[in-house]
C-alpha cells in the first residue's frame, strides 16, 4: 500500500523559510519520479517541482531559484526547501509519485 506522508508546513513570514519533507512507503522510491504540487485557496492543483531517479530536477518558473527540491533514497524521504517566500506561495502542499498523493501539509506566507 502506498503511503506518503508530507511534513514540515507552518506559518511563516515574508522572505521566510521553510523545508517540507514526504516520508514515501508501499513502492520503489528509488526509482520513481517524485513530484510536488501545491494547491491555493480557491484555485486548482499546480505542479512545482519533480526530480527523476537520475536526480533531474525540474521547476516551475515562478518558484525557479528560490524552490530545492531533493531526496534521500536510504530513508525513502523527498524533500522540498523552500526560501524567499511569498504571500502568492500560500498553498497546500502535495507530494506524489504519480499514481498516489498525500494529504499534504499547509504552508501559510503571511506577516
Known amino acids: 500500500q502506498v503511503q506518503l506522508v508530507e511534513s514540515g508546513g507552518g506559518l511563516v513570514q515574508p522572505g521566510g523559510s521553510l523545508r517540507l519533507s514526504c516520508a514515501a512507503s508501499?513502492?520503489?522510491?528509488?526509482?520513481?519520479?517524485m513530484l510536488w504540487f501545491r494547491q491555493a485557496p480557491g484555485k486548482g492543483l499546480e505542479w512545482v517541482s519533480s526530480m527523476n531517479r537520475y536526480g533531474n530536477q525540474y521547476y516551475v518558473d515562478s518558484v525557479k531559484g528560490r524552490f530545492t527540491i531533493s531526496r534521500d533514497n536510504a530513508n525513502n524521504t523527498l524533500y522540498l526547501q523552500m526560501n524567499s517566500l511569498q504571500p502568492e506561495d500560500t498553498a497546500l502542499y502535495i507530494c506524489?509519485?504519480?499514481?498516489?498523493r498525500g494529504q499534504g501539509t499547509q504552508v501559510t506566507v503571511s506577516s
Open positions: 508501499g513502492f520503489t522510491f528509488s526509482t520513481a519520479t
Open positions: 506524489s509519485n504519480g499514481e498516489s
